[in-house]
Every structure is written in C-alpha cells, then in structure tokens.
T-cell receptor, first 114, second 116 residues
Framework: DTGVSQNPRHKITKRGQNVTFRCDPI?????LYWYRQTLGQGPEFLTY????????KSRLLSDRFSAERPKGSFSTLEIQRTEQGDSAMYLC????????????FGPGTRLTVL | AQTVTQSQPEMSVQEAETVTLSCTYD???????LFWYKQPPSRQMILVIR??????QNATENRFSVNFQKAAKSFSLKISDSQLGDAAMYFC?????????????FGKGTKLTVNP
C-alpha cells in the first residue's frame, strides 16, 4: 500500500496524558499537512510542512500541540496534557509540490480523551 | 478569511438517479482552487473532482460534474446515475492559488444516502 498511513488508528487516553501520532506520507511527496475533524464538521487545518520546514500553523494549534517532521519524511503530532475537547479525528495528508497540489489523505487517528 | 458553506446537511437519492450537492464560498481572491472530497463511512477521504478558478469550463470526472459560477461564488456537484457506493459524506473545499496558503478550507459536509 503506497498511500498515506497513520498510526495508531485509535487512541483512548485519560485527561492530562500526552499522546503522539505518526503520519507516513506517500514517499515522493514533500508536503505534509495535519487536520483535525470533530463530529459533524469538516476537517480544520492545523499545520503544514514542506520537507522538514513547518511553514504554516493554525491558531487552533495551541502551545500544547507540537508537530515535527525531522527528516522531511514521516511526521509526528504530539498533544500534551490532553483535554476532553481534544477528542477528534486527526487527519494527515500529503502532496507533491509542482504537481496539481492534490492532497491525499490518510485514514486518520481517532483520539478519545476520557 | 475564506469560508465554505454547504447548506444541505443531508441529501438522499434513488439509485440511478441524479443528485446535486450545493456549495458556496467567500473569498476576495481571484486565483484559487475548489474541490469536492468524498469520505465514506470509516474510510479515508478521497478527491472526487477539482476546479481551477481561472478555467471557465466546468470540470467533469465520469459521473461527477460541477457547476462553477465564479461571480456567484457557487460550486455545486452533480452526481449522475447514482450508485450505492456513492453513499458518503461529501465535503466542498477551497484553497488559494499559487503563492497563497496551502491549507484547504472545508465546509461542514453533506451526508449523501443512496436508496436502492
């Protein structure tokens, strides 16, 4: 399978705990995006990388959230001191700069904070 | 800030019939892209169709076509010969053109049910 992969697919945690999600983009894609989707809503942009550089961050990305893409390949999204309001589906997408900029989405990680 | 509005939370269609999903958007930009994404239950989002704002011709992909009205800022999706596999959430999305933000701005979605 050469699509975007995300791990884990589901995560249940207690309030106050830290969680980390991983995204592996399509191998030749140099752009990687994180979105958050809550029930009944469309995805909301969180942040975007071009290679290893984080070029854009949403105001939704509070200081409890941090994303990295250290080698320009996979990315991690960490949420510290989780809150119940963090419960959502976290979607990763990737695209190839210079192509038609289509973003290909992964299956998402569903986070439940108890 | 750009916004995308989908005014139909739910739609239903009979198999083999045609259905149109509505989308309006707000932007002050002249160069941008519009997309329709499909999100089946518990499955990942896939691109259905895209439209470049500078193109007057409406995009078409097999049974899927759009009606792009730039002046009215309207971008509707028509699904012809609906199939059971078309049942999903459909999201309209906007992205600025070259040199703008790379983020997609999504509407809240329309849940499409296809009745056999």
């Amino acid at each position: 399978d050469t699509g975007v992969s995300q791990n884990p697919r589901h995560k249940i945690t207690k309030r106050g705990q830290n969680v980390t999600f991983r995204c592996d983009p399509i191998s030749e894609h140099n752009r990687l995006y994180w979105y958050r989707q809550t029930l009944g809503q469309g995805p909301e942009f969180l942040t975007y990388f071009q290679n290893e550089a984080q070029l854009e961050k949403s105001r939704l990305l509070s200081d409890r959230f941090s994303a990295e893409r250290p080698k320009g390949s996979f990315s991690t999204l960490e949420i510290q001191r989780t809150e119940q309001g963090d419960s959502a589906m976290y979607l990763c997408a990737s695209s190839f700069q210079g192509g038609n900029n289509e973003q290909f989405f992964g299956p998402g990680t569903r986070l439940t904070v108890l | 800030a750009q916004t995308v509005t989908q005014s139909q939370p739910e739609m239903s269609v009979q198999e083999a019939e045609t259905v149109t999903l509505s989308c309006t958007y707000d932007t002050s930009e002249s160069d941008y892209y519009l997309f329709w994404y499909k999100q089946p239950p518990s499955r990942q989002m896939i691109l259905v169709i895209r439209q470049e704002a500078y193109k007057q011709q409406n995009a078409t992909e097999n049974r899927f076509s759009v009606n792009f009205q730039k002046a009215a800022k309207s971008f509707s999706l028509k699904i012809s010969d609906s199939q059971l596999g078309d049942a999903a959430m459909y999201f309209c999305a906007y992205r600025p053109g070259q040199g703008g933000s790379e983020k997609l701005v999504f509407g809240k979605g329309t849940k499409l049910t296809v009745n056999p």
